[in-house]
């Protein structure tokens, strides 16, 4: 199976570079596979706790194409409580160390936190994917212009322990991006190259069922910024009110196939999903459609 590859040429466009002069080509939307190794996580908590089970999860989600795994110790869903940096790093460091060792994949490290972040591109991690789009800790900026690699800025309204108490917006998609103008900035002036800066409107993290439909449908508002622009709807909670079929988490199989879609046609360069073979081969379908028409 071809999976998408980084490449030092200088041809390809556009592309996220990465430390030691590598580059990512975003030549067609990539897919990131999440990766939680955590007891409480919304969906997948709890199932991948012990070392070998999540290095197996890795690997099965590389050879089912994803592009980058996603690795986080804390559970960012609503209401959930932080956990302490030493457990953060206890849970993450790990299964880096021994993924990095069996696969040149890239591994992104989802945290807020500084110190886990610098343990984990210490430990092989090829990037930060921080939910607070670095505001949640007064170092990260400083860790990710030093290490000198790509920076995931996602938009969240709150904190994850509070984010869904009555989040209130008058134009969701424009707060949104002035929020991302502000933060881009920030990490310019804080000496974090543009072209490592990837945006996110943070699905489900401080929106209402109808914001999350508005960024969807919206997401080429945010191209203005010429960043690469990540989605993550997998599994959402939005997906099951929209079909309220009872069915738990990880049974929304088909509205985040078609979230993936649509967020790709849309503009997404990048997906953040829990099921890597059918996102993969969906997206496969509407590039071979999108390069004929």
Do not use: W
Request: aromatic fraction near 4%; charge should be negative.
């Amino acid at each position: 199976m071809t999976r998408q590859t980084y490449s030092n040429r200088e041809d390809i466009k556009p592309v996220i570079a990465l430390s030691r002069g590598r580059q990512l080509a975003l030549s067609h939307p990539l897919v990131m596979g999440v990766l939680n190794v955590t007891p409480d996580s919304f969906s997948d908590g709890g199932h991948f706790l012990g070392l070998s089970d999540a290095v197996q999860q890795a690997l099965q989600m590389e050879r089912e194409g994803a592009d980058i795994i996603d690795i986080g110790g804390e559970s960012t869903r609503p209401g959930a409580e932080p956990v302490s940096v030493e457990e953060e790093i206890r849970r993450v460091i790990p299964v880096i160390e021994k993924l990095r060792q069996q696969t040149d994949i890239l591994i992104s490290i989802d945290t807020y936190k500084s110190p886990t972040a610098q343990a984990a591109l210490e430990a092989g991690a090829d990037m930060v994917n921080d939910v607070s789009a670095l505001r949640f800790d007064s170092d990260m900026a400083h860790v990710v212009a030093l290490k000198e690699v790509p920076v995931v800025l996602m938009h969240i309204l709150g904190t994850p322990r509070n984010m869904q108490e009555n989040p209130h917006y008058e134009d969701c998609v424009e707060e949104i991006a002035q929020f991302f103008a502000v933060r881009i900035d920030f990490c310019i002036k804080s000496g974090i190259n543009r072209s490592r800066i990837v945006i996110d409107p943070g699905i489900g993290f401080g929106k209402r069922l109808s914001d999350n439909v508005e960024i969807l449908a919206g997401l080429r508002r945010f191209k203005k910024f010429s960043l690469p622009l990540l989605v993550g709807a997998s599994r959402k909670s939005f997906i099951g009110r929209l079909h309220p079929s009872g069915s738990p988490a990880g049974q929304r199989l088909g509205g985040s196939i078609a979230a993936a879609v649509a967020a790709a046609l849309n503009g997404a360069d990048i997906v953040r999903v829990h099921d890597v073979a059918p996102t993969v081969e969906a997206l496969k379908v509407i590039q071979a459609i999108k390069e004929t028409a």
